[in-house]
């Protein structure tokens, strides 16, 4: 079966520089969600899009912005990188068959800020 | 505010025991709990979903129970295996909100 695609898998920035990770939800998947898992942490909810409008937000600074686009395929952009930042990101998609709303994650895109 | 526990932390036994993994959280307001396996360095996979109108989920050697009103999921294994090694994680999802509150894990190492 088809699973959420997140690109690139790794990626090293230097500091104050800008990223954009990309993420493929699973096919007939209409919701998106981000989140941030940092080193030895449990994954923290970024923020989330339904039908292309941002549907919940959570601590994501406001350096970051994130988007879904008409192919329901969503993207995260990074800016004025900090070291903080180093993290793994994941992607999830969901639908709501059956009013289950069940999240399936992506690989993951690891960052590492230099 | 949501918090969500796990217990143990960490859990080491031999093949073929039956485990009982532990997840309490604070709010029983929720919409749904997922629980989770997670691989060193990878993604999470979902093992079960209980929706909040439900007492208990199965799939293949995993059972998956709810108590909402006491704020308490238990996950059992069955017949635990090497390749069970992960680490477990539970999620709650509260009501009206998108987002999934994690709790701190379990890692289990099943040794032959």
């Known amino acids: 079966a088809a699973g959420v695609i997140q690109s690139p898998r790794h990626l090293i920035k230097e500091k104050r520089e800008t990223a954009t990770l990309k993420c493929y939800p699973i096919?007939?998947?209409?919701?998106v969600y981000w989140y941030q898992q940092g080193p030895g942490q449990d994954p923290q909810f970024l923020i989330s899009?339904?039908?292309?409008?941002?549907?919940d937000k959570g601590s994501i600074p406001d350096r970051f912005s994130a988007q879904q686009f008409s192919d329901y395929h969503s993207e995260l952009n990074m800016s004025s990188l900090e070291l903080g930042d180093s993290a793994l990101y994941f992607c999830?998609?969901?639908?709501?068959?059956?009013?289950?709303?069940?999240?399936?994650f992506g690989p993951g895109t690891r960052l590492t800020v230099l | 505010k949501q918090e969500v526990t796990q217990i143990p932390a960490a859990l080491s036994v031999p093949e073929g025991e039956n485990l009982v993994l532990n997840c309490s959280f604070t709010?029983?307001?929720?919409?749904?709990l997922q629980w989770f396996r997670q691989d060193p360095g990878k993604g999470l996979t979902s093992l079960l979903l209980?929706?909040?109108?439900?007492r208990e989920q199965t799939s293949g050697r995993l059972n998956a129970s709810l108590d909402k009103s006491s704020g308490r999921s238990t996950l059992y294994i069955a017949a635990s295996q090497p390749g069970d090694s992960a680490t477990y994680l539970c999620a709650v999802r509260p009501a009206n909100t998108d987002k999934l509150i994690f709790g701190t894990g379990t890692r289990l190492q099943v040794f032959p």
């Open positions: 899009f339904y039908e292309k409008m941002q549907s």
């Open positions: 209980i929706q909040s109108s439900q």
């Open positions: 709010d029983s307001a929720i919409y749904n």
């Open positions: 999830a998609s969901s639908s709501a068959d059956r009013g289950r709303w069940e999240q399936f």
């Open positions: 096919p007939r998947h209409d919701t």
